[in-house]
């Protein structure tokens, strides 16, 4: 990426992070980035222009590429999507790492929220996502089943979508937690139960 483009949308971020898209004006964007408006202008025209980029990087960074992973055993595979989604934290992380505010990573939320409610076409493409994050970890559970690693009554979409909504749940006790532990021992906890409950 452009750095200018970045420092723009790095810069962007931590304001609306701040206050809101509402509350937040072009011209103290502009302001904030210590770019004149003729360079600002050349990136981005309109504040509405730049808070869906903002939201197509957010989207970008949660979509996962299950093709790398090892299909083993459900348990690589959880194994695989708690580092990947780790590594994704990290990511976002990294872009407030300098604001010097630790209360931001709530924050992302809101912004999701945010997104989905004054663009309805996120919603369209956050559900496409589910559908394919439902759709690989299916996949798995019924080769689990197959082999015999997993016993239960559930069916594999029942499964799937527990591992998913967990980790929303999860995620949502870490950023209100002060203890310095990583989300991603949140998570294997929480994922560690319920494969020894499917394996009973």
């Known amino acids: 990426m452009n750095d200018t ?4 949308l790095k810069t962007s971020l931590l304001l609306f992070l701040q206050k809101s898209y509402r509350d937040v004006t072009m011209s103290e964007i502009v302001k904030k980035t210590g770019l004149s408006k003729g360079a600002f202008y050349h990136y981005f025209t309109s504040k509405e222009e730049l808070f869906k980029e903002i939201a ?15 299909k083993i055993s459900l348990k690589t595979f959880y194994r695989q999507y708690i580092n990947f989604l780790n590594n994704s934290l990290l990511a976002m992380n990294s872009l407030i790492a300098d604001s010097g505010d630790k209360t931001f990573k709530f924050n992302f939320f809101l912004i999701l929220f945010e997104v989905a409610g004054r663009f309805p076409e996120f919603l369209k493409k956050e559900s496409e996502l589910h559908k394919k994050d439902i759709n ?3 996949k798995i559970i019924s080769v689990a089943r197959k082999k015999g690693e997993i016993k239960t009554v559930s069916t594999d979409e029942e499964i799937a979508n527990l591992f998913l909504y967990c980790t929303d749940g999860v995620f949502l006790r870490y950023v209100n937690n002060d203890k310095p532990k990583a989300y991603k021992d949140f998570l ?9 409950n499917l394996k009973t």
């Open 56 to 70: 197509s990087d957010f989207l970008s960074m949660g979509a996962v590429d299950y093709s790398s992973f090892n």
């Open 188 to 196: 294997l906890i929480t994922y560690d139960t319920i494969y020894k």
């Open 5 to 8: 483009r970045e420092h723009i």
């Open 136 to 138: 690989a970890w299916k």
